[in-house]
Structures are given as C-alpha cells and as structure tokens.
C-alpha cells in the first residue's frame, strides 16, 4: 500500500512539473511568423547602447572643439582691443579702432572682465590699476612643437608657476627656446585698395624698415628691430600718409626649424594644451615653430 501510494504521489509529480515546463516553454516561444526574435531583440538593445554612446561622444568632441576656438578667439580680440587702446587711447569717442574692436568682442560674446582687463592692459596696468610687467615663458610641446609665451602680468611669481604647471600637466617642457626664433617689430597700416609694397620701398627704407609686404588681407605690413617698432611705424606714416592699424612685438619661427606636427594624438596633445594656457588671463600671445595655425 506504502508502495503504491508512493508511486501515485511521484506520478502526479513528475506530472506537475511537466505542465510547468510546458507552461515556460509557451511563454519563451517566439511570435509565430517572427524567427529569431529574441536574437533580434537583443541586437537591437545593444544598438541602442552604442547609439546612444556613440551621440555622447559626438557631442563631446564637438564641445572640446567649440571650446577651443572661442578660448583662441578670445585671445585675438582682446588682443584687439589692447592694441587700439595701446595707439590711440582708451576712450571709443576718439578711438574708432577701439570702438571696432569692442563690437567685434561684443558680437563674439566676450565676456565684460575680458574687456575691461584688455583695455587696461593696453595703458600697461592691471584692472586694479598696478603697472604690468612683461614676462617670456619658453617650453617644447607635444610634437617637438617649441614655442615662447609672452604673458604680462602683476604677479609674475604666480604666472610663471600657473604657466610651468600647465606646459608640465599638457605633456610640456620648460627649455629654451627663442634660440629657435627671431624677435621682430611688425607694423601693419590701414587697408587701402591698389596698395602695392614695392611702390612704399623707398619710403619703407628711409623710415628704418628692415622690410615691406603686402599681407593677405591687402594691408602694407612694415617689419622693423623690436627696439624701433613704434619709431619706424610712425615715421613711415608721416612719409606714406597712411594710419597705422597694428602695432606689436614678435617671435618669427626660423624657417629651417619648422615642425609638421602629422600624429593624430600629439595634434590633439597640443591642441588642448594650447587651449589651456589661452584660457590664462595672463598669456597674451604664443608663438609656435610649426607649419600649421593653432
């Protein structure tokens, strides 16, 4: 009797446990007429993953990119704007260059501080008034790429630190390295149609010009010795009658050192890097030995 309760009890088991087999096995079943489906299903989550991933990072490489350029932007006009006030004063009323180069900054969103920081540094003070100093930083970047920062400052203690730190964090090293330029003066006129430099040549040679071009913008650009630039440009505009538009400073790259800078990561290496130290308020220009524009 024991026995064949047993047997009853095991039956009526095994009998349950297939009726729930067979229960899972209609809910796992795919829809009729649709092969595959959970292959499919899965396949298609997975996409939307790496959809969603792939977008992300379209985005951020987008943002880095954008960022960049308005942190070179901002330099160019608040370079602008320094320079005008430098010429001809600080006050817009009698300064159209400088009422130019504030509505190229506005037009561009440049931030208030940026503005009223580049027109002081034009008069050679800080916004709180404290005479600037002039302060040259040289380093080789990612790439071989040497460059000279020039930063104008009234903690130049602090900048040379900040300025170290960042070539350091980006991949950098502080080195020599104006041994790799030339330092020269740059006077650019105003633009008038028809101007030619070899019709200025004479002009350009008794001014104390060491050169004369016509640049890509049809401006007549006179370079002189960095210790006569502002001398020269004024006498070359009493003999030509034309106005002055720029006046600066720079480090000419030496032909026969020119990098090309082709790895994809070190491009990148130096990008963000430049980006970074443009982000320093301090840092007024750098000047790189590469043959492309950063």
């Known amino acids: 009797m024991y026995t064949l309760r047993s047997q009853a009890q095991l039956f009526a088991a095994e009998k349950k446990k297939r009726g729930m087999a067979l229960q899972l096995g209609r809910l796992l079943r795919p829809p009729s007429g649709v092969a595959g489906c959970n292959t499919s299903r899965g396949f298609m989550t997975t996409s939307g993953l790496m959809s969603g991933h792939n977008k992300w990072s379209t985005i951020k490489h987008d943002k880095a990119k954008n960022d960049k350029a308005k942190s070179k932007e901002r330099q160019m006009v608040s370079k602008e704007i320094s320079s005008a006030t430098q010429l001809w004063g600080a006050d817009p009323k009698y300064n159209p260059r400088l009422t130019l180069a504030l509505s190229n900054a506005k037009r561009a969103s440049i931030p208030k501080t940026i503005i009223e920081a580049a027109i002081a540094r034009g008069q050679g003070l800080s916004v709180t008034g404290q005479a600037l100093e002039y302060l040259t930083i040289e380093a080789m970047l990612p790439g071989s790429v040497a460059a000279v920062v020039e930063c104008q400052t009234d903690q130049k203690a602090r900048v040379l630190q900040d300025v170290r730190y960042?070539?350091?964090?980006?991949?950098?090293?502080?080195?020599?390295?104006?041994?790799?330029?030339?330092?020269?003066?740059?006077?650019?006129?105003?633009?008038?149609?028809?101007l030619n430099a070899d019709d200025y040549l004479d002009q350009a040679i008794e001014a104390g010009a060491t050169d004369i071009i016509t640049d890509d913008r049809g401006r007549l650009v006179i370079f002189t010795d960095p210790s006569e630039t502002k001398s020269v440009g004024e006498a070359f505009t009493k003999l030509s009658g034309l106005t002055i538009e720029e006046l600066e400073i720079f480090w000419d790259p030496n032909q026969d050192t020119l990098v090309e800078v082709q790895d994809a990561e070190q491009i990148k290496g130096l990008e963000d890097l430049l980006s970074s130290l443009r982000e320093d308020p301090s840092v007024q220009d750098i000047y790189l030995n590469s043959t492309e524009k950063f």
């Open 166 to 194: 960042l070539i350091k964090n980006g991949g950098g090293t502080v080195t020599p390295t104006t041994f790799l330029f030339e330092k020269k003066g740059r006077v650019a006129m105003e633009k008038k149609d028809g």
